[in-house]
């Protein structure tokens, strides 16, 4: 069944491996285009350089006018991400538009790895780390990036 979200999904897809931005890969999971595996690769001179991190994007029939849920696989400490691998960012709830596609949604989140808002903490302790102790932030950050290379 082809729908206006399977439709636009697949042209994601294409526009993904045509032109895929700088340290992110994703594709649709075992021929279901509405579930997508990806990667986001730790920028450079960060932290996270090095880093290999794996998420999950579902995506619902009303995309894109409703985002994708969006969650990390891999473990990571960050301000923003939750325990369970959930995202706080603006465009995956109230910042949402249609004309955000695959690429600049994974684009946002590795983004956020290196520049987190510790206004709006979903991990506090990464949050306080962050605004108190940046070095044990970052010393932690790479013990993550380590752990990366090892995980599933």
């Not at 279901?32 to 920028?43: C, T």
């Not at 102790?133 to 380590?146: A, F, G, H, S």
Request: glycine share 4%.
């Amino acid at each position: 069944m082809s729908t206006p979200s399977r439709k636009r999904l697949m042209r994601d897809f294409k526009r993904l491996q045509h032109d895929p931005p700088a340290g992110i890969s994703g594709a649709p999971h075992d021929n279901n285009i509405m579930l997508w595996n990806a990667v986001i690769f730790g920028p450079d001179d960060t932290p996270w350089d090095g880093g290999t991190f794996k998420l999950t994007l579902q995506f619902t029939e009303d995309y894109p006018n409703k985002p994708p849920t969006v969650r990390f696989v891999s473990r990571v400490f960050h301000p923003n991400i939750y325990a369970d691998g959930s995202i706080c960012l603006d465009i995956l709830q109230n910042q949402w538009s249609p004309i955000y596609d695959v690429a600049a949604i994974l684009t946002s989140i590795q983004s956020l790895l290196c520049d987190p808002n510790p206004n709006s903490p979903a991990n506090s302790e990464a949050a306080r780390m962050f605004s108190e102790n940046k070095r044990e932030y970052n010393r932690k950050v790479r013990e993550i990036v380590e752990q990366s290379w090892t995980a599933d």
